[in-house]
């Protein structure tokens, strides 16, 4: 395992850090990790957060309405940081793309955007956007994207019961949806396109690296020489990406009672 980043412990015992990124939450479905989301942001503080799309899930939404107190709560907890001075931006995604239209304005001290950048504490400058745009399948085909969505749905449902027979057994948390990305030629092909495609974006408008979420896939690592930071999800990884006070980026890997795995940028291998 990598050294943990360098965070710095309040008073409240949480962990303080410059920055925090998460991504794909999807709150509105029943496919959302809000307990161990809530968990995370109790124990973990810092100056700025960056909520990068798919926050809310508009689409899973308009399919079936699911709402539990969990999620009011998650929105609380967002709330109550930036009340306390953490600067929040939300960076809309495609599953919250109605707020796209709202870009600019401030929502309850929350800023929303379409897309922001980031300095890091050591000069770096980091594009920071939710990533559809990168993804071909949604960008051209809508009608294949919102099958696939429900393929996904599909697939956390059969998860629910999958992990439901393994807990008496005393197996923890399985993703299947994970598993088949990692193992079918075509997802792992995928996710190199999708990789190479925004790192390339961020080369050529002159960043030193980008941060994005989209394709549930965490990782953190350089694309020649380009930070390619991806936040991950809070459906089956349970992911955050976070700066510390000296600028060093780490993804950690949160499981609840603060399990995490811990890398910096430079490795090219995430959480081994």
């Known amino acids: 395992m990598a050294p943990t980043a360098g965070a710095r412990r309040g008073r409240s015992g ?24 809530l968990e995370f942001l109790a124990a973990n503080e810092s100056e700025n957060l960056f909520l990068v799309g798919d926050i809310v899930d508009g689409w899973g939404i308009k399919r079936s309405w699911y709402w539990n107190d969990e999620h009011n709560r998650i929105l609380k907890a967002v709330l109550e940081k930036s009340s306390r001075g953490t600067r929040v931006a939300y960076v809309t995604g495609n599953h919250d793309e109605f707020l796209r239209g709202y870009a600019g304005l401030m929502l309850g001290g ?10 890091t504490a050591d000069g ?10 990168f993804d071909a399948c949604v960008r051209n085909r809508r009608w294949l994207a919102l099958l696939g969505d429900r393929a996904y749905e599909a697939c956390q449902k059969l998860n629910v019961v999958l992990n439901a027979l393994r807990r008496p057994l005393g197996y923890g948390h399985w993703s299947l949806a994970d598993y088949l990305k990692r193992r079918v030629k075509n997802a792992i092909s995928y996710v ?37 930071c991806n936040t991950g999800d809070w459906v089956d990884s349970c992911t955050a990406l976070v700066e ?7 993804l950690l890997e949160f499981a609840g009672a603060e399990r995490s795995s811990v890398a910096p ?8």
């Open 14 to 37: 949480a962990r303080r850090w410059r920055t925090i990124w998460i991504s794909d939450v999807h709150l509105g479905t029943r496919a959302c990790r809000s307990e161990r989301l």
């Open 110 to 119: 929350i800023a929303l955007k379409n897309e922001a950048v980031h300095r």
């Open 124 to 133: 770096r400058e980091l594009l920071v956007t939710h990533g559809d745009q």
């Open 192 to 228: 190199g396109s999708y990789e190479l495609a925004a790192a390339t974006e961020a080369r050529r408008r002159g960043f030193d690296g980008i941060v994005c979420g989209h394709i549930h896939h965490p990782a953190l690592r350089e694309i020649d020489g380009l930070a390619y």
């Open 244 to 250: 510390d006070a000296s600028g060093r980026l780490s």
């Open 265 to 272: 940028v430079q490795q090219a291998e995430v959480g081994a």
